[in-house]
């Protein structure tokens, strides 16, 4: 079972970038499939983007461009999420989640979860 921290979390102004970060302890991410999702207050929880363990990625919010990339580093037990241009509505609170094999977007489909780290886009 991996354990996961994410870290980067804040505030920031609409238009702004910001980048967060999510760390395993355990077994390693180097087989698992890792998702971002968030969910804000009084709405649903949606899977931002995941990473495969070969490295391909899913972006499930724009379904391309170069607003939201995610990254990892095997040797760091690291995920990465870039987000750029942010807007009021990426507010949330950003948690990773880890399985074994593909992605899902499916919060269900996942067994190991951070905490989550709070992001607040405002002026």
């Not at 950003?94 to 067994?111: I, L």
Request: overall charge neutral.
């Amino acid at each position: 079972q991996l354990r996961l921290v994410e870290s980067g979390g804040g505030l920031v102004q609409p238009g702004g970038s910001l980048t967060l970060s999510c760390v395993a302890s355990g077994p390693g991410i180097r087989d698992y499939a890792i998702t971002w999702f968030r969910q804000a207050p009084g709405k649903e929880r949606e899977g931002v983007a995941c990473i495969r363990a070969r490295g391909d990625s899913t972006d499930y919010l724009e379904r391309g461009g170069d607003r939201i990339i995610i990254s990892r580093d095997n040797a760091k037990d690291t995920v990465t999420l870039q987000m750029h241009r942010l807007k009021p509505e990426d507010s949330g609170k950003y948690y990773c989640a880890a399985r074994p094999g593909y992605c899902s977007g499916s919060g269900p489909q996942y067994d190991d979860w951070g905490q989550g780290t709070q992001v607040t886009v405002s002026s």
